[in-house]
């Protein structure tokens, strides 16, 4: 059984840093891109940010040159580092896996985690 457990998230006044954390378990992940998504009250859920199994990356605009996601395949795990915070960051962070490229569908990734609060104070 596939789990993802993210952690990291918090509370954090506008300005600062967070890095969120997401630990892959359950199947071998080889080829997998994994994929951040944030929720916030009253929203649909939306893109944040994904990044392949070799790497390659993309973003939200609103989190360009702001966010950085990252992985370790050794630990199946993703990151994201959520730096100059804005109190419209504040959301619940999901990450997401998905087989194969990248992609900012919410609809094409098969497995998703219980998600991590993230609240941003102006």
């Known amino acids: 059984q596939v789990q993802l457990v993210e952690s990291g998230g918090g509370l954090v006044q506008a300005g600062g840093s967070l890095r969120l954390s997401c630990a892959a378990s359950?199947?071998?992940?080889?080829?997998?891109?994994m994929g951040w998504f944030r929720q916030a009250p009253g929203k649909e859920r939306e893109f944040v940010a994904a990044?392949?199994?070799?790497?390659?990356?993309i973003y939200a605009e609103s989190v360009k040159e702001r966010f950085t996601i990252s992985r370790d395949n050794a630990k199946h795990t993703v990151y994201l580092q959520m730096n100059s915070l804005k109190s419209e960051d504040t959301a619940v962070y999901y990450c997401?896996?998905?087989?194969?490229?990248?992609?900012?569908?919410?609809?094409?990734?098969?497995?998703w985690g219980q998600g991590t609060q993230v609240t941003v104070s102006s």
């Open positions: 359950g199947r071998t992940f080889t080829g997998y891109a």
């Open positions: 990044i392949s199994w070799t790497r390659s990356t």
């Open positions: 997401a896996v998905k087989w194969g490229t990248v992609a900012g569908v919410a609809g094409s990734y098969s497995y």
